[in-house]
């Protein structure tokens, strides 16, 4: 790992076991707050004013956990969580995923973030990489990338959505902010679980194999599209056969997205790749067979991020 990594690394770790404590309380009610309030009070007191819209949103500064700064509006609890922790949550999945990003990406690399929402994996890789595509579809988003990226050389900013086709889709918006898809079968399942994608409005989309044409292909994929991951696959299969950059991919459980996961999962092995989990530390863990069954209720997640690697 090279030094820039170790000390970002440090970074992290600091932060995690700063907020560790707070994220392990799980109690429910009022003790559960009490809970929250003696153990993290820097966290749950601004949360609690977020959360009943006392704290102003607008053009907020975030301090990412390394120290870099950029600007965002808080409008949803993803971005609110980035202000107040400095990464997504530290939740286990991002956190091992983070892990993995800072000890392998290498100054070299050219890492594309397809579905980057807010972009924090694209700051991320902004310190190590010689080159950072970002994907997103929804403009209220992707304004706070452009804002935050604006006079970035070795940053390219795609207002579009990653899919089989070059050319228009429908996306499928939620209330919740940063909540979108191009996948009507992922639309339909989420909606079993009273997530409500209420409106649509057009986008352009892309296939990575068009995309590569006019730009220098990845050696890194971060692959979450909601849903869309085996349409942005089948639209980059010659990416994937013959240039084979590393992807990391959202998975979710069956209960989560209706069992669509798993079809992604079987394009990447088709193609040549072979599947791994993480442990705590972002180290690679072999796993074959059905990966959703390392994940779902009896993980205490609905989702985990997998790496899938050619040999």
């Given at each position: 790992m090279q030094p820039k990594g170790e000390a970002i690394l440090r970074d992290f770790e600091r932060a995690y076991r700063r907020h560790e404590r707070f994220y392990r309380v799980t109690g429910s009610g009022i003790a559960g707050k009490l809970q929250r309030l003696a153990f993290g009070p820097a966290i749950y007191l601004p949360?609690?004013?977020?959360?009943?819209?006392?704290?102003?949103?607008?053009?907020?500064?975030?301090?990412?956990?390394?120290?870099?700064?950029?600007?965002?509006?808080?409008?949803?609890?993803?971005?609110?969580?980035?202000?107040?922790?400095?990464?997504?949550?530290?939740?286990?999945?991002?956190?091992?995923?983070?892990?993995?990003?800072?000890?392998?990406?290498?100054?070299?690399?050219?890492?594309?973030?397809?579905?980057?929402?807010?972009?924090?994996?694209?700051?991320?890789?902004?310190?190590?990489?010689?080159?950072?595509?970002?994907?997103?579809?929804?403009?209220?988003?992707?304004?706070?990338?452009?804002?935050?990226?604006?006079?970035?050389?070795?940053?390219?900013?795609?207002?579009?959505?990653?899919?089989?086709?070059?050319?228009?889709?429908?996306l499928h918006t939620s209330a919740a902010p940063g909540v979108s898809t191009v996948s009507d079968e992922y639309k339909a399942a989420r909606s079993g679980l009273e997530m409500k994608y209420d409106n649509a409005i057009p986008t352009k989309t892309i296939a990575l194999d068009d995309y590569i044409k006019t730009h220098t292909p990845p050696t890194v994929v971060k692959l979450d599209v909601e849903g869309a991951e085996e349409k942005a696959i089948a639209g980059g299969s010659s990416l994937f056969q013959h240039h084979s950059p590393v992807v990391a991919m959202e998975v979710h459980s069956?209960?989560?997205?209706?069992?669509?996961?798993?079809?992604?999962?079987?394009?990447?092995?088709?193609?040549?790749?072979?599947?791994?989990?993480?442990?705590?530390?972002?180290?690679?863990?072999?796993?074959?067979?059905?990966?959703?069954?390392?994940?779902?209720?009896?993980?205490?997640?609905?989702f985990d991020n997998f790496i899938f690697m050619k040999a």
């Open positions: 949360l609690v004013a977020w959360k009943l819209g006392l704290s102003p949103r607008k053009n907020r500064t975030v301090r990412l956990f390394w120290g870099r700064e950029l600007k965002a509006d808080l409008n949803d609890s993803d971005i609110a969580m980035l202000h107040l922790c400095g990464s997504l949550s530290l939740s286990y999945p991002e956190h091992k995923l983070t892990q993995f990003l800072i000890k392998q990406l290498k100054p070299a690399d050219v890492f594309y973030d397809v579905g980057s929402n807010y972009g924090f994996y694209s700051y991320l890789a902004s310190e190590f990489c010689a080159q950072i595509h970002t994907f997103e579809p929804l403009p209220s988003v992707f304004a706070n990338l452009r804002r935050n990226f604006a006079g970035v050389q070795n940053v390219t900013l795609n207002n579009v959505a990653v899919t089989d086709g070059t050319g228009e889709a429908v069956p209960q989560e997205d209706g069992g669509l996961s798993m079809r992604p999962v079987e394009k990447l092995r088709a193609l040549g790749y072979r599947s791994h989990g993480l442990n705590p530390q972002g180290e690679l863990l072999p796993l074959q067979g059905d990966l959703t069954l390392h994940i779902g209720p009896q993980a205490g997640f609905s």
